[in-house]
């Protein structure tokens, strides 16, 4: 059975850094894209970021502040979260969308 588990969000302030992780188990997890997504309060889930092997990609609003990894030994995705803005505070998920799967979410508010 697949399942995820996010950890390491938390409150920032602007400009902070976070970095969250997500516990994958229950299927292969090195063969398989993986990606974040967020929910902003009134807002519709948009993907934040998408790893497949060693290619990523970002929504336009993080490029340049927001790093996704993996470590597939450990079966762990990562996302690193720099130069925080409050337009970033949501409740991220990690998915393995191939499974149709997303994990509990974990908020991150950043505040002034």
């Known amino acids: 059975q697949v399942h995820l588990v996010e950890s390491g969000g938390g409150l920032v302030q602007p400009g902070g850094s976070l970095r969250l992780s997500c516990a994958a188990s229950?299927?292969?997890?090195?063969?398989?894209?993986m990606s974040w997504y967020r929910q902003a309060p009134g807002k519709e889930r948009e993907l934040v970021a998408f790893i497949n092997g060693d290619s990523t990609s970002y929504v336009d609003s993080v490029k340049g502040r927001f790093t996704i990894s993996r470590d597939d030994a450990k079966n762990t995705l990562n996302l690193q979260m720099d130069s925080l803005k409050p337009e970033d505070t949501a409740v991220y998920y990690c998915c393995a969308l191939r499974f149709g799967k997303w994990g509990q979410g974990i908020q991150v508010t950043v505040f002034s």
């Open positions: 229950g299927f292969t997890f090195s063969m398989y894209a």
